[in-house]
């Protein structure tokens, strides 16, 4: 019988005192035999039990590794100095607030085995809730936060599409563009090495920027949705957006490294999206959906109330801005009320749209830090 390839689980950390101990109950317990593995954390410099408790674990179990980067500035540095590590013939990576079920890794491992010239493998995300009476947990289980499905317009098994034109949507990191999260993804070692085995130095987007270079050497990504790892999000509402902050923040940051000079514009009302494309100086996109429309016409509608009350005389605009505020309005809180339970309306309501403030203002912030034209999604 053929040995199995060994491989290395890399888990970039700082400061998951409340779920370390999960991650690494799960991650003990996967279908695959423990002499043919490590597990290699990564600590970015916690200041929490972090580090003491992986130690503990360490007392038992030798396969557990773990290399201290004292202020990291990114998980991408984590991950570098805990790939300088990893001995694996295949590296998979995940999360310190992740929990593999038991036969993750061997699903992650069939593509590889069936075609050779797979570089990359990327499994499902879902939510494991840690407090049942959490409105964050439940809006992001609800919301399917995190699930990969729908990426790239892939909702089963098979090849993610390549880079074709270079376009930002392309390379941003956001739903058209082809890259898996590193909460759930696997390399070979021969596509690590391409691209010299280390994910870029900058303060975000190391996954998305990961991704494009293994597609860029021409290896193939491929979706494996029965590869599933659950996540535990976060607990409180400003550190999701914190998240999402983060997001935004960085998808103007690839669009800079990877996309070619054009500008586009795409209006968020079909599966492809209906895309503008214009030759710039810089590359650039910006989306326009009901987040964007319900504001525009929000704030034309006060305008215009202001004007009528300074002037005393009334539009004919006062009632159109009116009832496009209300129409847009309406389209973009419409998907809050499939959610459960129906008694939290208005508080999903509000992580929705805090949330997505939080991602069109890192949006904002990429567009000055980098020097890069975005405005971000509705959701």
């Known amino acids: 019988m ?3 390839p060994f491989i290395s689980i890399i888990n970039p950390i700082r400061n998951v005192e409340r779920t370390i101990d999960t991650n690494l109950k799960y991650l003990l317990e996967v279908d695959y035999p423990k002499d ?20 503990e674990w360490q007392k038992k179990y030798d396969l557990i590794k773990i290399v201290i980067v004292p202020n990291s500035k990114s998980p991408g540095e984590a991950r570098n100095a805990a790939l300088k590590m990893a001995k694996g013939d295949y590296i998979l990576f995940t999360d310190g607030d992740c929990a593999p079920r038991v036969d993750w890794v061997k699903k992650i491992l069939e593509p590889f085995f069936a075609d050779p010239k797979i570089g990359m493998v990327g499994g499902e995300i879902h939510t494991l809730r840690t407090d049942p009476n959490n409105d964050v947990e439940a809006y992001c289980e609800e919301t399917k ?18 880079i074709i034109k270079d ?22 070692k021969v596509a690590a090495d391409a691209i010299g085995r280390e994910f870029w130095h900058e303060i ?22 029965s590869a599933i790892v659950d996540h535990m999000h976060r607990v409180t509402l400003a550190a999701y957006c914190k998240q999402l902050f983060g997001y935004g923040f960085g998808h103007p940051l690839a669009v800079k490294k990877h996309a070619k000079n054009v500008l586009e514009i795409q209006l968020q009302y079909t599966p492809n999206y209906i895309t503008a494309v214009i030759p710039f100086f810089a590359p650039g996109i910006i989306y326009i959906g009901d987040y964007h429309f ?16 300074v002037t005393g005389v009334a539009t004919m605009w006062l009632p159109i801005w009116a009832a496009l505020f209300l129409v847009f309005l309406y389209r973009y809180f419409k998907p809050v009320a499939k959610l459960k339970p129906s008694s939290k309306f208005l508080t999903f309501a509000w992580i929705r749209y805090v949330s997505n403030w939080a991602l069109m203002r890192g949006g904002f912030k990429g567009w000055k830090t980098f020097g890069v034209i975005y405005i971000e999604s509705s959701w």
């Open 204 to 225: 975000t987007s190391e996954d998305v920027d990961f991704s494009l270079r293994i597609l860029k050497k021409g290896f193939k990504l491929y979706y494996k949705p």
């Open 294 to 309: 319900m504001h525009a016409f929000g704030l034309a509608l006060v305008i215009n109330m202001i004007q009528t009350l």
């Open 145 to 162: 936060f995190l699930t990969v499905s729908g990426r790239c317009l892939m909702t089963k098994e098979g090849y993610y599409p390549g």
């Open 167 to 188: 376009l930002p949507h392309e390379l941003n990191g956001n739903m058209h563009s082809p890259f898996f999260a590193t909460a759930n993804a696997a390399v070979s």
């Open 36 to 55: 043919r593995m490590e597990i290699v954390f990564g600590d970015g410099g916690s200041t929490d039990k972090t580090v003491e408790i992986i130690r």
């Open 2 to 4: 053929q040995q199995l």
